[in-house]
């Protein structure tokens, strides 16, 4: 019995802590909000900017809201108080705040010049089911009012799809976490809404929020301010993915005729009572009205190799030179990973074959050069041909080099191949055959039809082969005059791709030349097995 | 007609073939009342057989097969002279047992021991070259066990040498490989297994896929398979290679990289260059089903999307530690591969129709409505292809000339899935797959994928 009791007060006890623990990771969005303390209006006047920057011309309405379905965060009352006393204090805005979403039809948001999210998360925006809300807002902003994104402002609009878009960026999570101090660098010291920092970069103590492409793209939203991964701390934080470099924390844009504001800083209650990120914020917010117009052309990363990925790959590459096999190959994950990123830019891809390109030149060993050439048979192009053709013929080299030649596609890697053909011996000299054969490279033909007679077995075997995955017309000549001029194993080649010529006649429509190959391959004299397959040759062939 | 008693059965077809006939149908040469009868097993109806790769799974597949009065196997081919270190972590059952192509030999040896003395086994050739067995006339057939990316081109050769295949799942290591050797099977029209025995011993994995393709379950929606991805290695040092290994022989087409013992042997199936991780290892198994159940064996989904997978990004192994797709196939099915927690079926599938569901497991299927359980496949309805022992099945075949219940391109069909799978996780991409041209739309870099250049002196 009191084992029984030992074992449900354990029961209730792991429950008690599950039901802890789920409410630390939910943060369930209460009915009503914490009173803010004395202490902290108190905080919060003192920092406050007291006037605006651009005169305000008329009183703003800014509707502040607040609802979580998702994370609450606690500095939601504090954001609602910092907003309103600036409002105030200014004279440039009244402030509505409200967790409901009543206030989210084209009547109700009529009177607002601009919607703030303050930390709302998963708020239930979805075309589908709540058509009306989402079109009252999308119009809002659209037909020329505004947005102001206050730091999980982006973590909604999952089932949105344009929403999303709009506020160019959607939560996937923060690797720097509220409690660490991380550095930001301001991408556009001279702009109007970074007047606040003074063109320095700073030191923050706040939850940043990684931004992923390509709903984040500096094609899409100028980019104010972001990461500065020249910081230690900051670059080496823990689940740093290289996608990472480029973390936006605050950016503007345009939508329709409609403006958009988002800063990632406002986790932490002292963010507001910050006097620079206030001044910012209050900037942007006046930006967001349309009072302060202000330059929001996205300006996009130069494709002159100046890009930060660049700078991140070349001291990647720096590594795989030194790399050998038995040590850790994290930065050649790494590597593949920033070229997995680039997949779809050409431009981006042409640079980063380049680099790669420079490691197959230098003295990294062969574990390192294997690697390259790994990542270039996915990427590779004429570029990489040269380089890669010199490899072809040493030992050690040729089969690496192969790997990628095989995979890039055009005459080029045949031209280079068929070169190396007349030097190359042991065997590269084979591989080299196989890959023409491969790529059933038509021109190769005469050599490889020479090279059947060839006194190295393995050579005119690779040949005959080759041949045969190649089967044109002058390749099924060469054939012919060789299963006559070969006995044994090597003529059972030479038959077997005889045999692929003709399959390949039947496939072009030249169905009487292929009977003619199945008929002489058929007759007496020849291996069974080549015999049987003519057989099937010939009666397929002729069912068509 | 069989005068000579020494005269075996490939011989006797070669005299046989006197007529066009002859060789293109094989008229039942064997009466069906000698398929599987007991006692001795007259030349004419013996199968003998050559085993390339006698590791773990080819040592089973050799013992598997010699229980069959009618095989004589004669001969025995591995890389491996003999080992002991084939067991493994995953394969506890396997530890301390000697494999290889000497303990193989000895096998056979013992058991035909009794026939050597009437002369009747001449003994079991030992190879480290399996071209050396494919050359020999007296083999009917070849039961292949090598690690993957050593399918094609014994499966190729073997095919053009006239010989009857078994081969391992996953049937290939690329969507390249698998289509060469359908190719090569169907030009020279021998008969091929796809080892995917599941398809054979597991009755109520056949009873499924006739509840659905009889649409007890409605319209098939969705198909999710349950299954976890492979583990990461620890940092290692290249090793001194093991007299018993020919290491050269057993990288064959595969990039040269230095040996370690976790390289090769059982773990060979962790590593991308040889294998796929456990979308090939188990997923061939599981979506050869789900293909089995959703009547797309001859062709493939037309999407493939990564929802997530997870490869490793340091140490020896680099197949996949987290396997998270979406195939989409042309008559709208979904097939999800996800992994499984605790309380979660293990592996095989969930499918999920309009009208109900089918939980399949190893051994449990469970349904909804639970009347399914009991239901009656009925004579009209549809009959999918019964098969009670996959060896045997194969034997069988090889007399009938018939297609067995996994042919190379069905085989390859499946292999296809995990392929497509790994591609799309290892690019992070939802791609489009065009299944009857078999290659990508629009993505030069998936394409270029579909095959991996070989290390000379191989080709396919």
Same mark, same amino acid.
């Given at each position: 019995?009191?084992?029984?009791?030992?074992?449900?007060?354990?029961?209730?006890?792991?429950?008690?802590?599950?039901?802890?623990?789920?409410?630390?990771?939910?943060?369930?969005?209460?009915?009503?909000?914490?009173?803010?303390?004395?202490?902290?209006?108190?905080?919060?006047?003192?920092?406050?900017?007291?006037?605006?920057?651009?005169?305000?011309? $008329?009183?703003? *309405?800014?509707?502040?809201?607040?609802?979580?379905?998702?994370?609450?965060? *606690?500095?939601?009352?504090?954001?609602?108080?910092?907003?309103?006393?600036?409002?105030?204090?200014?004279?440039?805005?009244?402030?509505?705040?409200?967790?409901?979403?009543?206030?989210?039809?084209?009547?109700?948001?009529?009177?607002?010049?601009?919607?703030?999210?303050?930390?709302?998360?998963?708020?239930?925006?979805?075309?589908?089911?709540?058509?009306?809300?989402?079109?009252?807002?999308?119009?809002?902003?659209?037909?020329?009012?505004?947005?102001?994104?206050?730091?999980?402002?982006?973590?909604?609009?999952?089932?949105?799809?344009?929403?999303?878009?709009?506020?160019?960026?959607?939560?996937?999570?923060?690797?720097?976490?509220?409690?660490?101090?991380?550095?930001?660098?301001?991408?556009?010291?001279?702009?109007?809404?970074?007047?606040?920092?003074?063109?320095?970069?700073?030191?923050?103590?706040?939850?940043?929020?990684?931004?992923?492409?390509?709903? =984040?793209?500096?094609?899409?939203?100028?980019?104010?301010?972001?990461?500065?991964?020249?910081?230690?701390?900051?670059?080496?934080?823990?689940?740093?993915?290289?996608?990472?470099?480029?973390?936006?924390?605050?950016?503007?844009?345009?939508?329709?005729?409609?403006?958009?504001?988002?800063?990632?800083?406002?986790?932490?209650?002292?963010?507001?009572?910050?006097?620079?990120?206030?001044?910012?914020?209050?900037?942007?917010?006046?930006?967001?009205?349309?009072?302060?117009?202000?330059?929001?052309?996205?300006?996009?990363?130069?494709?002159?190799?100046?890009?930060?990925?660049?700078?991140?790959?070349?001291?990647?590459?720096?590594?795989?030179?030194?790399?050998?096999?038995?040590?850790?190959?994290?930065?050649?994950?790494?590597?593949?990973?920033?070229?997995?990123?680039?997949?779809?830019?050409?431009?981006?891809?042409?640079?980063?074959?380049?680099?790669?390109?420079?490691?197959?030149?230098?003295?990294?060993?062969?574990?390192?050069?294997?690697?390259?050439?790994?990542?270039?048979?996915?990427?590779?192009?004429?570029?990489?041909?040269?380089?890669?053709?010199?490899?072809?013929?040493?030992?050690?080299?040729?089969?690496?080099?192969? =790997?990628?030649?095989?995979?890039?596609?055009?005459?080029?890697?045949?031209?280079?191949?068929?070169?190396?053909?007349?030097?190359?011996?042991?065997?590269?000299?084979?591989?080299?055959?196989?890959?023409?054969?491969?790529?059933?490279?038509?021109?190769?033909?005469?050599?490889?039809? $020479?090279?059947?007679?060839?006194?190295?077995?393995?050579?005119?075997?690779?040949?005959?082969?080759?041949?045969?995955?190649?089967?044109?017309?002058?390749?099924?000549?060469?054939?012919?005059?060789?299963?006559?001029?070969?006995?044994?194993?090597?003529?059972?080649?030479?038959?077997?791709? =005889?045999?692929?010529?003709?399959?390949?006649?039947?496939?072009?429509?030249?169905?009487?030349?292929?009977?003619?190959? =199945?008929?002489?391959?058929?007759?007496?004299?020849?291996?069974?097995?080549?015999?049987?397959?003519?057989?099937?040759?010939?009666?397929?062939?002729?069912?068509? | 007609?069989?005068?000579?008693?020494?005269?075996?059965?490939?011989?006797?077809?070669?005299?046989?073939?006197?007529?066009?006939?002859?060789?293109?149908?094989?008229?039942?040469?064997?009466?069906?009342?000698?398929?599987?009868?007991?006692?001795?097993?007259?030349?004419?109806?013996?199968?003998?057989?050559?085993?390339?790769?006698?590791?773990?799974?080819?040592?089973?597949?050799?013992?598997?097969?010699?229980?069959? &009065?009618?095989?004589?196997?004669?001969?025995?081919?591995?890389?491996?002279?003999?080992?002991?270190?084939?067991?493994?972590?995953?394969?506890?059952?396997?530890? #301390?047992?000697?494999?290889?192509?000497?303990?193989?030999?000895?096998?056979?040896?013992?058991?035909?021991?009794?026939?050597?003395?009437?002369?009747?086994?001449?003994?079991?050739?030992?190879?480290?070259?399996?071209?050396?067995?494919?050359?020999?006339?007296?083999?009917?057939?070849?039961?292949?066990?090598?690690? !993957?990316?050593?399918?094609?081109?014994?499966?190729?050769?073997?095919?053009?040498?006239?010989?009857?295949?078994?081969?391992?799942?996953?049937?290939?290591?690329?969507?390249?490989?698998?289509?060469?050797?359908?190719?090569?099977?169907?030009?020279?029209?021998?008969?091929?297994?796809?080892?995917?025995?599941?398809?054979?011993?597991?009755?109520? %994995?056949?009873?499924?896929?006739?509840?659905?393709?009889?649409?007890?379950?409605?319209?098939?929606?969705?198909?999710?398979?349950?299954?976890? #991805?492979?583990?990461?290695?620890?940092?290692?040092?290249?090793?001194?290679?093991?007299?018993?290994?020919?290491?050269?022989?057993? %990288?064959?087409?595969?990039?040269?990289?230095?040996?370690?013992?976790?390289?090769?042997?059982?773990?060979?199936?962790?590593?991308?260059?040889?294998? #796929?991780?456990?979308?090939?290892?188990? /997923?061939?198994?599981?979506?050869?089903?789900?293909?089995?159940?959703?009547?797309?064996?001859?062709?493939?989904?037309?999407?493939?999307?990564?929802?997530?997978?997870?490869?490793?990004?340091?140490?020896?192994?680099?197949?996949?530690?987290?396997?998270?797709?979406?195939?989409?196939?042309?008559?709208?099915?979904?097939?999800?591969?996800?992994?499984?927690?605790?309380?979660?079926?293990?592996?095989?599938?969930?499918?999920?129709?309009?009208?109900?569901?089918?939980?399949? /497991?190893?051994?449990?299927?469970?349904?909804?409505?639970?009347?399914?359980?009991?239901?009656?496949?009925?004579?009209?309805?549809?009959?999918?292809?019964?098969?009670? !022992?996959?060896?045997?099945?194969?034997?069988?075949?090889?007399?009938?000339?018939?297609?067995?219940?996994?042919?190379?391109?069905?085989?390859?069909?499946?292999?296809?899935?995990?392929?497509?799978?790994?591609?799309?996780?290892? %690019?992070?991409?939802?791609?489009?797959?065009?299944? !009857?041209?078999? &290659?990508?739309?629009?993505?030069?870099?998936?394409?270029?994928?579909?095959?991996?250049?070989?290390?000379?002196?191989?080709? %396919?």
């Amino acid at each position: 019995m009191n084992k029984m009791r030992k074992l449900i007060g354990i029961a209730l006890l792991g429950l008690w802590c599950l039901s802890l623990h789920v409410h630390t990771l939910q943060a369930v969005s209460p009915a009503k909000l914490r009173e803010v303390t004395a202490e902290e209006v108190q905080k919060i006047e003192k920092a406050m900017p007291r006037r605006t920057t651009v005169r305000v011309r $008329r009183p703003r *309405k800014l509707l502040v809201f607040w609802r979580c379905e998702g994370f609450f965060h *606690k500095s939601i009352p504090v954001v609602n108080k910092a907003l309103e006393i600036m409002g105030q204090k200014t004279g440039a805005f009244d402030v509505v705040t409200t967790d409901d979403y009543s206030v989210f039809t084209t009547e109700n948001l009529k009177q607002f010049d601009a919607v703030c999210l303050n930390n709302t998360t998963g708020l239930k925006f979805n075309p589908n089911e709540t058509p009306e809300r989402c079109k009252a807002l999308m119009d809002f902003v659209k037909n020329g009012k505004g947005i102001v994104g206050v730091h999980a402002a982006t973590d909604n609009f999952n089932q949105w799809a344009e929403a999303r878009e709009m506020m160019g960026g959607k939560f996937t999570g923060h690797p720097w976490t509220s409690g660490g101090t991380w550095a930001i660098k301001i991408d556009e010291p001279d702009h109007p809404l970074m007047k606040a920092f003074k063109g320095k970069g700073f030191k923050i103590k706040d939850e940043i929020y990684r931004t992923d492409a390509p709903l =984040y793209s500096r094609d899409k939203q100028l980019v104010l301010m972001s990461l500065d991964m020249s910081d230690p701390t900051t670059r080496n934080v823990k689940g740093f993915k290289p996608t990472d470099v480029d973390t936006g924390t605050a950016w503007v844009k345009r939508w329709g005729k409609g403006r958009i504001f988002y800063c990632s800083l406002g986790h932490n209650d002292e963010i507001f009572w910050n006097p620079a990120i206030l001044r910012h914020y209050l900037d942007g917010i006046q930006f967001a009205f349309g009072d302060y117009k202000v330059d929001t052309k996205p300006k996009p990363i130069v494709s002159s190799g100046k890009g930060i990925e660049m700078a991140e790959l070349q001291e990647l590459l720096e590594k795989v030179k030194t790399y050998d096999w038995g040590q850790s190959r994290l930065a050649l994950t790494e590597v593949s990973d920033i070229i997995k990123k680039a997949h779809s830019s050409p431009a981006e891809l042409k640079k980063i074959e380049k680099s790669l390109l420079g490691v197959l030149t230098s003295d990294a060993k062969r574990a390192g050069k294997q690697f390259v050439c790994r990542e270039l048979s996915i990427i590779g192009t004429e570029q990489s041909v040269p380089v890669l053709g010199k490899m072809l013929t040493d030992d050690e080299t040729s089969d690496m080099a192969r =790997y990628a030649l095989e995979r890039i596609p055009g005459t080029a890697v045949n031209d280079v191949l068929r070169r190396a053909l007349r030097t190359a011996k042991g065997n590269p000299k084979v591989g080299i055959i196989n890959s023409l054969g491969q790529r059933r490279d038509r021109r190769a033909v005469r050599a490889l039809g $020479r090279l059947v007679g060839d006194s190295d077995q393995t050579v005119a075997a690779a040949a005959a082969a080759a041949l045969g995955q190649i089967a044109d017309s002058r390749a099924t000549k060469a054939l012919a005059e060789a299963k006559d001029k070969t006995s044994g194993k090597l003529q059972m080649l030479v038959l077997d791709s =005889y045999l692929r010529c003709a399959d390949q006649l039947v496939a072009d429509g030249k169905r009487s030349e292929a009977l003619a190959i =199945y008929k002489e391959l058929q007759k007496q004299g020849n291996p069974a097995p080549i015999r049987t397959a003519a057989l099937r040759g010939m009666l397929s062939a002729a069912k068509r | 007609m069989i005068r000579d008693k020494e005269l075996n059965r490939r011989q006797f077809i070669k005299r046989a073939a006197g007529t066009a006939a002859a060789v293109i149908s094989f008229p039942h040469i064997v009466p069906t009342s000698a398929l599987g009868k007991a006692g001795n097993v007259a030349p004419s109806e013996r199968i003998t057989m050559g085993f390339i790769g006698v590791g773990g799974m080819g040592t089973n597949n050799m013992r598997g097969f010699m229980s069959n &009065r009618d095989v004589q196997v004669v001969a025995v081919c591995d890389v491996v002279k003999g080992s002991d270190q084939y067991g493994h972590w995953y394969k506890r059952g396997w530890k #301390g047992s000697w494999f290889g192509r000497e303990p193989a030999r000895n096998i056979v040896e013992e058991h035909y021991a009794g026939r050597k003395e009437s002369g009747v086994f001449k003994g079991c050739s030992a190879y480290v070259d399996f071209r050396e067995l494919l050359v020999r006339d007296d083999i009917d057939a070849v039961c292949i066990s090598t690690p !993957d990316h050593w399918h094609a081109i014994p499966v190729i050769m073997a095919a053009k040498a006239g010989k009857d295949i078994h081969c391992e799942k996953p049937l290939s290591l690329t969507i390249a490989e698998g289509r060469a050797m359908v190719e090569a099977v169907q030009r020279h029209g021998v008969v091929f297994q796809t080892g995917s025995q599941h398809r054979s011993t597991d009755e109520h %994995l056949r009873f499924a896929c006739e509840l659905i393709r009889n649409g007890r379950i409605g319209e098939l929606k969705r198909i999710v398979v349950f299954l976890n #991805g492979s583990s990461i290695h620890g940092p290692w040092q290249p090793m001194g290679v093991p007299d018993e290994l020919d290491y050269n022989m057993w %990288l064959g087409p595969a990039p040269w990289v230095p040996y370690h013992e976790d390289r090769c042997l059982y773990s060979f199936r962790y590593i991308l260059d040889y294998s #796929g991780g456990e979308t090939t290892n188990t /997923g061939a198994h599981c979506y050869d089903i789900a293909q089995w159940a959703n009547d797309t064996e001859h062709t493939g989904p037309v999407e493939i999307e990564d929802l997530g997978g997870e490869f490793p990004r340091d140490g020896l192994y680099n197949a996949p530690n987290k396997i998270h797709f979406r195939a989409r196939y042309a008559n709208g099915v979904e097939l999800i591969s996800q992994p499984f927690g605790r309380g979660e079926i293990e592996r095989f599938a969930r499918f999920e129709g309009t009208e109900g569901w089918i939980d399949v /497991g190893w051994r449990i299927v469970r349904t909804h409505p639970e009347s399914l359980k009991t239901s009656v496949i009925g004579p009209n309805d549809v009959h999918l292809y019964k098969s009670n !022992d996959h060896k045997r099945n194969f034997l069988d075949c090889v007399k009938t000339r018939r297609e067995p219940i996994t042919p190379v391109e069905v085989g390859h069909r499946s292999a296809s899935v995990c392929h497509l799978a790994n591609i799309a996780m290892l %690019l992070k991409e939802k791609l489009r797959w065009d299944p !009857d041209k078999e &290659r990508f739309v629009n993505n030069e870099q998936a394409n270029r994928m579909l095959s991996k250049p070989m290390r000379s002196p191989w080709h %396919l």
